[in-house]
């Protein structure tokens, strides 16, 4: 492992261990009849609670560096907020950090960044935040980025499969020039064993991997391309970054986030853990028309459009039958 970065690395690992120890235990407490009354808090705590340790522990480590993080503590401060905040500081609690309301407040602030800076991490405290409701498919994603290039990603997914193991957790993670590794999530001292993605070259073969919710991404587009390219699989749906780890392992070939409306920019923490993940694994990862992401600027993929993410060997077929099948505007 690289010199370079071994300490952000260290410290990125650890800080998703807790916060998914964190999310882990609130998702535990969804019950059906939250379901059922579509009560979103659970999720609003695990999100608060999550970006906090994060950025309490790279606010320690890491003075200097920005973080453009999803969440502000904003809506705990304000007079509403009390009861959430009080449930945020007993999760947190529960994983062993320590600290009063005002200071977990400021710990969550700390990624309020928004604006390009030459070295920043980007967080996504909870992305998939309708597949934690489901108690499915949930990640919490980790990059560093240094002059607009992602050097080390980190994915814990809690609900993942891990090879050979029954309980299921996957931390997964990324440093560019150094591969893609996992392990299992609650044991750190199992062996990483190496990601790489798929040998599939026949485009007809490919499993097609996409977001559960059409609002994420046009499922009526995505047929039209699977049907271009011959696929005859059905598609494998899950929520958030966890497409990113399917694909790098190998469980799919391909997916696609494919724009539900015009003029949308992609937020930079939906999608960097996942990108240096797959690109470190083998893979390919572009804008739909075929372009490399700029993360230079700020908190969106401003000059970007959608995102295309495959095994590589078939990347210039999926970019063909996406623009062929491009909606009319």
């Known amino acids: 492992?690289?010199?370079?970065?071994?300490?952000?690395?260290?410290?990125?690992?650890?800080?998703?261990?807790?916060?998914?120890?964190?999310?882990?235990?609130?998702?535990?407490?969804?019950?059906?009849?939250?379901?059922?009354?579509?009560?979103?808090?659970?999720?609003?705590?695990?999100?608060?609670?999550?970006?906090?340790?994060?950025?309490?522990?790279?606010?320690?480590?890491?003075?200097?560096?920005?973080?453009?993080?999803?969440e502000g503590a904003a809506e705990l401060r304000a007079d509403g907020g009390s009861a959430f905040l009080e449930q945020v500081v007993r999760e947190v609690g529960k994983v062993g950090v320590v600290g009063d309301p005002g200071e977990i407040c400021d710990w969550i602030d700390h990624g309020g960044a928004q604006d390009f800076s030459p070295r920043f991490w980007t967080l996504d405290p909870i992305d998939g935040t309708k597949g934690f409701l489901?108690?499915?498919?949930?990640?919490?994603?980790?990059?560093?980025?240094?002059?607009?290039?992602?050097?080390?990603?980190?994915?814990?997914?809690?609900?993942?499969?891990?090879?050979?193991?029954?309980?299921?957790?996957?931390?997964?993670?990324?440093?560019?020039?150094?591969?893609?590794?996992?392990?299992?999530?609650?044991?750190?001292?199992?062996?990483?064993?190496?990601?790489?993605?798929?040998?599939?070259?026949?485009?007809?073969?490919?499993?097609?991997?996409?977001?559960?919710?059409?609002?994420?991404?046009?499922?009526?587009?995505?047929?039209?391309?699977?049907?271009?390219?011959?696929?005859?699989k059905v598609p494998v749906r899950m929520d958030s970054q966890c497409k990113y780890l399917a694909v790098a392992r190998g469980d799919a070939d391909l997916y696609l986030r494919l724009p539900t409306r015009k003029g949308y920019a992609e937020k930079i923490w939906d999608h960097a853990g996942g990108v240096i993940l797959v690109e470190e694994a083998g893979g390919q990862v572009t804008d739909i028309a075929g372009r490399v992401c700029d993360f230079r600027q700020g908190s969106t993929l401003l000059k970007n459009e959608g995102m295309a993410v495959t095994n590589g060997r078939v990347h210039p077929f999926v970019i063909q039958a996406i623009q062929k099948h491009r909606p009319q505007e």
């Open 1 to 70: 492992m690289t010199r370079e970065y071994r300490r952000e690395l260290d410290v990125a690992l650890n800080a998703v261990r807790i916060a998914a120890r964190l999310c882990r235990s609130v998702q535990s407490a969804i019950t059906t009849e939250s379901l059922a009354k579509k009560d979103n808090s659970p999720v609003t705590v695990a999100d608060f609670g999550s970006q906090a340790v994060i950025c309490r522990q790279l606010r320690a480590e890491f003075p200097g560096d920005p973080v453009i993080g999803e």
């Open 134 to 232: 489901r108690r499915e498919q949930y990640a919490v994603s980790l990059a560093l980025i240094i002059n607009g290039q992602i050097e080390l990603g980190v994915l814990g997914c809690p609900n993942m499969s891990y090879p050979g193991r029954e309980e299921p957790g996957v931390l997964a993670w990324a440093v560019r020039g150094y591969g893609a590794w996992q392990q299992p999530l609650g044991d750190v001292s199992a062996a990483a064993l190496p990601v790489r993605v798929s040998a599939t070259s026949q485009v007809s073969d490919l499993v097609f991997c996409e977001s559960v919710e059409s609002g994420h991404s046009s499922h009526d587009w995505s047929g039209l391309i699977a049907g271009e390219l011959g696929i005859q």
